[in-house]
């Protein structure tokens, strides 16, 4: 039962231009997001998070937004630059559930092509 | 700060071995877990930490698997009679305390049952 559905394998965008990764999740009881990207051979790196509380957070270039009707979430990242290539993963997490596990979805590769 | 620190970072065993693996979180951090990860799938949870006591475990915890955290700061992560369904990537996280806090990873051991 995969509770968080990343449904896009892999995505290509030219350099400049907005990169949009999208997240689907099925348990109502999660109230925190994150997205995570992830380098060959290394931990993934802790990019951007979003409580439920809130539909849109932004960091720099990095911008999440949820939709808890739809219980989707998605990751704008812009401009696009070639070292945000790299695969992307989303997270979820049921804080008042009684669970202190993230969930994660099988990820998105993203290239940015030069 | 010196990050989340995991030891060895590749591990290659013969079939039937045991290995253990070390995980030194975030100082500050009171909270550590173990995920697995395999090629082409996401982060899958294994084991949770609060201080020295151990709060959730997966059912993908065999009875193989053991985890500790002894003194509520490093952890160690032990693999007996290993598979070659135990080849994987061996993530350790750790994070602060709170509710809705990002989980920052260690760069993994990479192991191999051959």
């Known amino acids: 039962d995969q509770q968080v559905k990343q449904n896009s394998p892999s995505l290509s965008v030219q350099e400049g231009r907005i990169s949009i990764l999208n997240c689907d999740y099925t348990?109502?009881?999660?109230?925190?997001f994150l997205w995570y990207k992830k380098y060959p051979a290394e931990g993934p790196t802790f990019l951007i998070s979003?409580?439920?509380?809130?539909d849109k957070n932004e960091d720099g270039r990095f911008t999440v937004f949820l939709n808890k009707s739809a219980k989707h979430l998605s990751l704008h990242i812009v401009p696009s630059q070639p070292g945000d290539s790299a695969v992307y993963f989303c997270?979820?997490?049921?804080?008042?559930?009684?669970?202190?596990?993230?969930?994660f979805g099988t990820g998105t590769r993203l290239k940015v092509l030069a | 700060d010196t990050g989340v620190s995991q030891n060895p970072r590749h591990k290659i065993t013969k079939r039937g071995q045991n290995v253990t693996f070390r995980c030194d979180p975030i100082?500050?951090?009171?909270?550590l877990y173990w995920y697995r990860q395999t090629l082409g799938q996401g982060p899958e949870f294994l084991t949770y930490?609060?201080?020295?006591?151990?709060?959730?475990k997966s059912r993908l915890l065999s009875d193989r698997f053991s985890a500790e955290r002894p003194k509520g700061s490093f952890s160690t992560l032990e693999i007996q009679r290993t598979e070659q369904g135990d080849s994987a990537m061996y993530l350790c996280?750790?994070?602060?305390?709170?509710?809705?806090?990002?989980?920052?990873f260690g760069q993994g051991t990479r192991l191999t049952v051959v």
């Open positions: 996280a750790s994070r602060r305390t709170g509710e809705n806090t990002e989980a920052f």
């Open positions: 348990n109502s009881m999660f109230d925190y």
């Open positions: 979003i409580s439920s509380i809130k």
């Open positions: 997270a979820a997490k049921g804080t008042t559930s009684g669970t202190y596990k993230y969930i």
């Open positions: 100082s500050e951090h009171n909270r």
């Open positions: 930490f609060q201080n020295e006591a151990q709060l959730e």
